[in-house]
Nanobody, 118 residues
Framework: QVQFVESGGGLVQPGGSLRLSCAASGFSFSTSVMSWYRQAPGKERELVAFINSGSSATYAIDSVKGRFTISRDNTKNTVYLQMNSLKPEDTAVYHC???????????WGQGTQVTVAS
């Protein structure tokens, strides 16, 4: 059974940093493209970034480019999201999953809450 366990969120002041982790299980992690998504209150879930299986290619949306970095450790079945220079508009619940899952209602972990406020 595919499982995702996200962690590392919290309350941080604007300009601060957090590192999110997502431990995955139940599938071939080392051969899978992985993504981070986020959903702010009252807003649609959005893709934040993705990384290919060998870490040779990454993508991030424009609003986080230069501030967020996605990475992975295939020996630990874990994908990370390093978030720097956080802004209040980054406040959301962050999830990891496969690409193309934005509109899926099932198959999500509990997520990790990121709140950026002074």
């Amino acid at each position: 059974q595919v499982q995702f366990v996200e962690s590392g969120g919290g309350l941080v002041q604007p300009g601060g940093s957090l590192r999110l982790s997502c431990a995955a299980s139940g599938f071939s992690f080392s051969t899978s493209v992985m993504s981070w998504y986020r959903q702010a209150p009252g807003k649609e879930r959005e893709l934040v970034a993705f990384i290919n299986s060998g870490s040779s290619a990454t993508y991030a949306i424009d609003s986080v480019k230069g501030r967020f970095t996605i990475s992975r450790d295939n020996t630990k079945n874990t994908v990370y999201l390093q978030m720097n220079s956080l802004k209040p508009e980054d406040t959301a619940v962050y999830h990891c999953n496969f690409p193309g899952r934005k509109y899926r209602q099932d198959g999500w972990g509990q997520g990790t809450q990121v709140t950026v406020a002074s």
